[in-house]
């Protein structure tokens, strides 16, 4: 039995949006509504405990709570709770509790924030390949004899895009012989 192998291209077909993953055919997102989604993120961010800014050395540097390491924290808070004693004086119980509600929290916002991050990183990358195979095409048009005369400028701008430029390389010797 012969089995057909065939490969599907690397872009998005063109011809009016058929592919069906490709569901930005007739979305737009008007200056208006753009105006919206930003307020309602500063909104949010309004809504949250002011966020710092750790370098890569101090994330590298700080204790992780994760899953691993979970158990161990919710055991410590269930003994603090049943014996406040073995806490520090100096760190209120209220506190401890407050901090590990904090923590769930923020952990619930990261999750839908992740999956909103996840869906428009996907969106770009979707609607970019779009762009970029109709661009193609544009330019594969403009190479045509109908059109050769008309757009120099844009053509000459385009075709700069598939200049590579030779890395310089040292002038050729004989192999070396041992």
Do not use: C, W
């Not at 970029?132 to 095409?137: A, E, K, P």
């Not at 190479?143 to 844009?154: G, I």
């Amino acid at each position: 039995m012969k089995t057909k192998i065939t490969t599907q291209p690397a872009t998005l077909a063109v011809d009016n949006n058929t592919d069906t993953r490709y569901a930005f055919g007739s979305a737009s997102l008007s200056a208006e509504q753009l105006d919206e989604v930003i307020s309602t993120i500063n909104q949010v961010k309004s809504l949250l405990p002011s966020m710092p800014d750790l370098t890569p050395l101090e994330r590298q540097r700080i204790s992780k709570l994760g899953a691993r390491t979970r158990g161990f924290a919710d055991a410590a808070l269930e003994a603090a709770k049943a014996d406040s004693g073995v806490l520090p004086q100096s760190i209120p119980l209220e506190s401890f509790v407050g901090q590990d509600e904090l923590l769930r929290g923020l952990s619930l916002v990261q999750t839908h924030v992740s999956d909103l991050k996840s869906k428009l990183d996907d969106s770009l990358l979707l609607i970019g390949n779009h762009i970029y195979s109709v661009s193609r095409t544009v330019y594969a048009m403009m190479k045509t004899d109908a059109a050769k005369a008309r757009l120099q400028e844009q053509k000459t701008l385009m075709k700069q895009r598939f200049i590579f430029k030779k890395t310089s390389q040292p002038a050729t010797s004989a192999p070396l012989r041992e």
